[in-house]
């Protein structure tokens, strides 16, 4: 895999200025998110938490550009994605951003090594080119030995290290992980936050965590706590308010 450019040469993983985001439910609006600004860099590794029914599922399907605004502007890898169309919207996720779900969300039939490549299938890429992509990811999560078991002959930890190889094969700049370790138990849990944070200091990719668990959330550089459709506390914030204080 590649090394990504200085973040400083590169626009932010992902920009949301004053987003709003209702649906309709019978005849009336509901507000998901009122007004939410957040700019998350590249190498950041950001745990976004909240209570249910806070918004917090809401900003990171708007942060993974899996839906739309209904007003205010999202910038992925500096696109507003507003202006793509959903074809252009489908290839600028494949290409910038990577997605671990608390389910793994593996192909049941399919060995660690296809199920890793599966994403490069809709970059046009040869099958020998996919095979090599998709066997180097998975030496990079630790599973070079595992390339041609199924996900029932893997444990859960090695499972989720699956799909955080296949999230990784694209080499995209933004990771959102939900709820990676809720069906892990505490060792599995431990390496798999591990590896997320060896993503953010070796590769620099942004990692945003979607958690209920407060010592999950302890270990990313950076808290966003959602409450009510709104960024209730935000620690870079409250990190650059300290230094100013003590300058």
């Not at 590896?195 to 620099?204: A, D, H, N, P, Y």
């Amino acid at each position: 895999m590649t090394t990504p450019a200085p973040a400083g040469d590169q626009p932010p993983a992902v920009e949301l200025r004053d987003v709003v985001r209702e649906y309709r439910t019978g005849g009336e609006v509901v507000a998901a998110l009122r007004g939410v600004s957040l700019k998350i860099d590249n190498g950041e590794y950001v745990a976004i938490i909240g209570p249910s029914g806070s918004g917090k599922s809401t900003l990171m399907h708007i942060v993974g550009a899996l839906d739309r605004p209904t007003r205010g502007m999202v910038a992925v890898a500096g696109q507003d994605i507003a202006k793509l169309s959903d074809t252009a919207l489908a290839e600028l996720r494949n290409e910038h951003i990577g997605f671990v779900f608390q389910s793994f969300h593996l192909l049941a039939r399919t060995s660690a090594r296809d199920n890793v490549a599966l994403p490069l299938v809709y970059r046009g890429l040869s099958s020998p080119k996919r095979r090599a992509a998709a066997e180097e990811a998975l030496a990079a999560v630790g599973l070079g030995h595992r390339l041609g078991h199924r996900p029932s002959e893997l444990s859960g930890g090695e499972q989720q290290r699956v799909a955080i190889a296949r999230a990784l094969v694209g080499e995209p700049r933004l990771l959102l992980a939900d709820e990676p370790t809720g069906n892990l138990d505490t060792r599995n849990g431990q390496e798999v936050m591990a590896l997320l944070e060896r993503l953010v200091t070796e590769r620099g990719v942004a990692v945003v965590l979607v958690t209920h668990d407060p010592e999950v959330a302890a270990r990313a550089q950076r808290v966003v706590r959602v409450r009510d459709g709104l960024i209730a506390e935000d620690t870079a914030t409250l990190n650059v308010s300290t230094q100013g204080a003590s300058a």
